[in-house]
């Protein structure tokens, strides 16, 4: 690991991370895509730009500029949804789950078993665990979906682990359920 990625940024008074990074900026434009005229998403909600639901109405068109813009708007709505859970002591597991909140929602992830187990301290296992299980869209595991998850349990653990020993962790542990 380098030093760049054991970097802590906390709250002085609070000892909590504070602020998302451009790492997670740019993740983010690289999983939602940029579609400047609105379309209707999967869920049903009218979208535009990388993601950005708010307002949104059939036939809406947006610059380049104004995606980014709302992009920023959307993640600080979020970071200060998430700084609320006090759960993000480190740069990786506030960017994790951020990116969770933008693609899954707030309600959901302040729902989740996921949260319970972060808060519970739980083994890392136990947590990947529960990232991957929001993978589905309806019935159906969804291959971008998976690979976000999977970049969030890599950033919330600070890249203390790569893709691949995380899908080796959880195929390990899939199959000892099986048995």
Not at 61 to 67: H, K
Not at 107 to 126: C, D, F, G, N, W
Request: charged share 40%; proline share 1%; with cysteine.
């Amino acid at each position: 690991m380098t030093e760049e990625t054991k970097k802590i940024v906390l709250d002085e008074s609070e000892n909590y991370a504070r602020v998302t990074s451009e790492e997670l900026f740019n993740k983010i434009k690289e999983f939602e895509g940029l579609r400047l005229k609105a379309y209707l998403c999967p869920g049903g909600v009218w979208t535009i730009g990388y993601g950005h639901t708010e307002g949104v109405l059939k036939g809406d068109r947006i610059s380049e500029q104004q995606a980014e813009e709302w992009l920023r708007e959307d993640i600080m709505r979020f970071e200060t949804e998430v700084l609320k859970l006090k759960v993000c002591k480190y740069q990786g597991q506030l960017d994790a789950l951020v990116d969770f909140a933008f693609n899954c929602g707030i309600k959901a992830l302040k729902e989740s078993t996921l949260l319970r187990h972060i808060k519970s301290k739980m083994p890392r296992e136990v947590v990947a665990r529960e990232f991957r299980k929001w993978c589905y869209a309806g019935k159906k595991r969804v291959k971008g979906l998976m690979t976000r998850r999977m970049w969030e349990i890599s950033r919330f653990y600070d890249n203390e682990c790569t893709i691949e020993e995380i899908k080796e962790m959880l195929n390990k542990k899939e199959e000892k359920d099986d048995e």
